[in-house]
């Protein structure tokens, strides 16, 4: 079975610092890795993912994440932060063996301090 | 278009009530998923249609009954539900031939009464 753990449940930056949030996995076969970001009252948008090939990942709003096979991780970063990251972020995991079905990890909430 | 749409945004319902909730995309996707959601929490795989057909049930209530009418629409009607029901329900489609993204509509709020 797939689980996934992100390591602090809230995080709070500087605007302009470096964003670092955590996401480590437990699988037997190679994962396919995803973080998604949720803003208040609405759904999960796609940040980026990784399936195959490079491993790290470029996404959108300037964030990046690294596949890291023999750490089990999939952290994700951007170089500065801005207001407008605060939000709720989510890793998630699924396999061959799942399908479609995404194991979310319990979230993180980013906070921006100006 | 790569949206999924949602309605109502909001859904304010009494327990003796029978209500559903629509979820619609045009992206030729063949698996659509319901998830529920609390406050700071992950979303929670309720149900999971794969070409028209229900192939995960995550032991879910039977106050709470899918319908995927055709490949493009998923509702999910609600009858008789308690107050802790109330949460975020969130639909879900992804393209079925290989494992890939969840496209997420915005949800409805769902506030039982």
């Known amino acids: 079975a797939q689980s996934v753990t992100q390591l602090g449940s809230h995080v709070s930056v500087s605007e302009g610092a470096l964003v670092l949030l955590r996401c480590n996995y437990s699988?037997?076969?190679?994962?396919?890795l995803f973080w998604y970001v949720q803003y208040p009252n609405q759904g999960l948008q796609l940040l980026l993912k990784?399936?195959?090939?490079?491993?790290l990942v470029k996404g959108i709003n300037g964030f990046e994440a690294e596949f890291k096979k023999s750490e089990t991780s999939f952290h994700l970063t951007k170089p500065s932060a801005h207001m407008s990251d605060a939000a709720e972020y989510f890793c998630?995991?699924?396999?061959?063996?799942?399908?479609?079905?995404?194991?979310f990890g319990t979230g993180t909430s980013l906070t921006v301090i100006p | 278009d790569t949206e999924v749409t949602q309605t109502p945004k909001h859904l304010v319902m009494g327990m003796t009530n029978k209500k559903s909730l629509k979820c619609e995309q045009h992206m030729g996707h063949r698996a659509m998923y319901w998830y529920k959601q609390k406050a700071k929490k992950p979303p929670e795989l309720m149900f999971v249609y794969s070409y028209e057909k229900l192939s995960i049930n995550e032991s879910v209530p039977s106050r709470f009954s899918p319908e995927c009418p055709n490949s493009s629409l998923l509702n999910l009607h609600l009858h008789a539900l308690q107050p802790e029901d109330s949460a975020l329900y969130l639909c879900?489609?992804?393209?079925?031939?290989?494992?890939?993204?969840?496209?997420f509509g915005p949800g409805t709020r769902l506030t039982v009464l």
């Open positions: 879900a489609s992804s393209r079925k031939d290989r494992v890939n993204e969840q496209f």
């Open positions: 699988s037997s076969v190679p994962p396919y």
């Open positions: 990784y399936t195959t090939g490079a491993t």
């Open positions: 998630a995991v699924s396999d061959k063996n799942t399908g479609n079905q995404f194991y």
